[in-house]
Structure formats: structure tokens, C-alpha cells
């Protein structure tokens, strides 16, 4: 039996797989505190998760203008989170900066697909899927995207593929 080294992929690869986010897309910028690092002053990975999704509040409200603590609290329209991923490819490390930004990939009848990306240093640090479904919070039924907010998103998609 030969064994062949498959090598080490370069950072084109990782590129290719993983651009840096379009000149339209909603971005943040996020300090990497000591809180969200283990011993080793790496960012422990479910620390991201959370980053994921006080970005995507940050979205809603500040790049789409759609207040999403109304739309919970007031419209009682939730979004949880039905499918996570995410590609790690570079560490994070207490006292960086990580910009993090929004891209809608699919819009569904009642789910969003987002791929959320924190880049710093013009690098892709990490690159994560997210899948959201409308949701009644009276009933926890999925329900349609309210046509304002998918208006947002047709016009947010547009700006980002300028």
C-alpha cells in the first residue's frame, strides 16, 4: 500500500473556498476579549456562535432598519437557528479585532440561509452557515416571511452583489 501525502492546502484554497465579504455587505467590528478565549488566549469555538448571532440582531436593525427586538417582543416573530456550520480556518486571539459581516445565500418561504464571515488582517478567519426559520411565538409554527422584512433582504441581496 502507498500512502500519498495530500499536502497541506494553501491559503488560495482557503480563499476560494472562503472570500472576503462583498463591498455591500453589513459589517461589524468585534474585539476578541479575554472572555471569550480558553488558556491558550484562543477564542473558544462556541464563543462564535454567540458573535454569529448578536451579528445577525445587529443586521436586522442596523443594516436592514427592520428593529428586531420589536419584531420578537412586538410582532412576536422569532428566527431561531435551525442548522449551524462553520469552517474554523484561522485561530482567533484575545486583543484582535474581528469584522464580521452578513450574506444571504438562500431566501426560502419561511428560512434564510446566512453565511456569516469574520475576517481580520485581510484574511478569512472563519466562515460559518446559519439557517433561520420564521416562527410564530404563540405558536411555534414556522410562518412566511412578513413581506416587508423579505422586501429588506430582495433590496439587501441586490446591494450586496454590486
Not at 491558550?40 to 443594516?63: C, Q
Not at 412576536?76 to 480556518?89: N, S
Amino acid at each position: 500500500m502507498t500512502v500519498v501525502p495530500l499536502g497541506k492546502p494553501s491559503a488560495n484554497d482557503h480563499a476560494t473556498r472562503h472570500p472576503l465579504l462583498p463591498e455591500g455587505a453589513f459589517r461589524v467590528q468585534r474585539p476578541i476579549r479575554f472572555s471569550h478565549t480558553d488558556p491558550a488566549g484562543i477564542v473558544y469555538f462556541p464563543v462564535y456562535f454567540d458573535m454569529f448571532n448578536g451579528v445577525i440582531e445587529d443586521w436586522f436593525t442596523l443594516g436592514l432598519g427592520y428593529n428586531y427586538a420589536s419584531m420578537i417582543l412586538d410582532r412576536r416573530l422569532g428566527l431561531p437557528i435551525v442548522h449551524a456550520e462553520c469552517d474554523f480556518l484561522i485561530p482567533g486571539r484575545m486583543g484582535e479585532t474581528l469584522t464580521l459581516g452578513v450574506v444571504i445565500e438562500r431566501l426560502g418561504r419561511s428560512s434564510i440561509t446566512l453565511r456569516i464571515t469574520a475576517e481580520a488582517d485581510g484574511k478569512v478567519r472563519l466562515s460559518g452557515q446559519l439557517v433561520v426559520v420564521a416562527t410564530s411565538l404563540d405558536s411555534f409554527e414556522s410562518v412566511p416571511l412578513p413581506e416587508d422584512l423579505r422586501r429588506s433582504m430582495e433590496e439587501y441581496r441586490v446591494a450586496c452583489e454590486r
